[in-house]
């Protein structure tokens, strides 16, 4: 606590009176203070999205020939925010099957909407992601917002093929 120390001057009569404050007391309740706000403080968690991937195996056959190009829709996500999709396999696929869409309104929830209603078999239906190394994070995350909206579950995330790389850098250059 405060304490008054008196203290006399040895060549005059006056005494000189010092006050020291003891902060004990004070420190102890900055500490209250502070545990009592942790305590009760909620933490907020970071919002992440479960992206379970499998292992790859070896002996899968390729996702074309399980499938089959009807009963997909890839889309090959690019540079400059541009979206290319297609349902064509390695002998089929040219420019002109090549299509561009980009994220504005609910067009590539359209796109996904309109290729399922066309599959020979709706419940093999998968949706193909192939983002590209110009692609940016955002892009990845608006086509998958795209199918939770389109309401489709069964997707899966690849890397670009060649023959679909060579296709792509023909409409990009």
């Known amino acids: 606590m405060a304490e008054v120390i008196a203290q006399e001057k040895q060549g005059g009569k006056q005494k000189k009176k010092l006050i020291r404050v003891d902060m004990t007391p004070m420190v102890d309740l900055g500490f209250l203070l502070i545990t009592f706000f942790m305590f ?41 925010n541009r979206v290319f999709y297609h349902q064509s396999n390695a002998n089929d696929l040219n420019t002109s099957n090549l299509k561009e869409t980009d994220f504005s309104g609910i067009k590539v929830s359209k796109i996904i909407s309109e290729a399922y209603k066309n ?8 949706v193909i992601i192939k983002p590209t190394d110009e692609a940016n994070y955002k892009n990845f995350v608006d086509m998958l917002d795209n199918l939770a909206i389109a309401k489709k579950e069964r997707y899966g995330v690849t890397d670009i093929k060649p023959w679909e790389t060579k296709v792509y850098k023909e409409l990009t250059q």
């Not at 790859?56 to 829709?73: A, L």
């Not at 599959?119 to 093999?124: G, I, L």
């Open 40 to 80: 009760t403080t909620n933490f907020t968690k970071p919002n992440v999205m479960d992206l379970g991937l499998p292992a790859k195996d070896p002996n899968t056959r390729p996702i074309e020939t399980v499938i089959g190009d009807k009963n997909q829709i890839t889309f090959i996500l690019g540079k400059d």
């Open 119 to 126: 599959a020979p078999k709706p419940e093999n239906f998968t």
